[in-house]
């Protein structure tokens, strides 16, 4: 069974940089979708980032609010997937959830998403 655990959270002052990881098992992330989500309190999940890579072609789309700020990758020799977030706001504070899609269509949208990881919590604050 497709499993993904995720690392990297913490507390970090504005300005600063996190990255988080995905590590995946049970299944290849290599020709996943992966998405980012984050939930901040009281608010709806949102889609942050999605990374898409088949037949030698990379997609990455980025929410508005992260543009320019986030990147997304992905190691296929470690199957794990990553989120480096630098220039981090406290607007960015929030449970931070990786997901994987094997479907056909790749949609930062949770319903698209069939396996999650737990979360791991960012909280940005000086």
């Known amino acids: 069974q497709e499993q993904l655990v995720q690392s990297g959270g913490g507390l970090v002052q504005p300005g600063g940089s996190l990255r988080l990881s995905c590590a995946a098992s049970?299944?290849?992330?290599?020709?996943?979708?992966i998405g980012w989500f984050r939930q901040a309190p009281g608010k709806e999940r949102e889609g942050v980032a999605l990374?898409?890579?088949?037949?030698?072609?990379?997609?990455?789309h980025f929410a508005d609010s992260v543009q320019g700020r986030f990147s997304a990758s992905r190691d296929n020799t470690k199957n794990t997937a990553y989120l480096q977030m630098n220039s981090l706001k406290p607007e960015d504070t929030g449970l931070y959830y990786c997901?994987?899609?094997?479907?056909?269509?790749?949609?930062?949208?949770?319903?698209?998403?069939?396996?999650w990881g737990k979360g791991t919590l960012v909280t940005v604050s000086s």
């Open positions: 049970g299944a290849t992330l290599d020709s996943a979708c």
């Open positions: 990374f898409n890579r088949r037949d030698s072609r990379t997609y990455l």
């Open positions: 997901a994987a899609s094997f479907q056909s269509l790749c949609a930062l949208q949770p319903w698209a998403m069939d396996y």
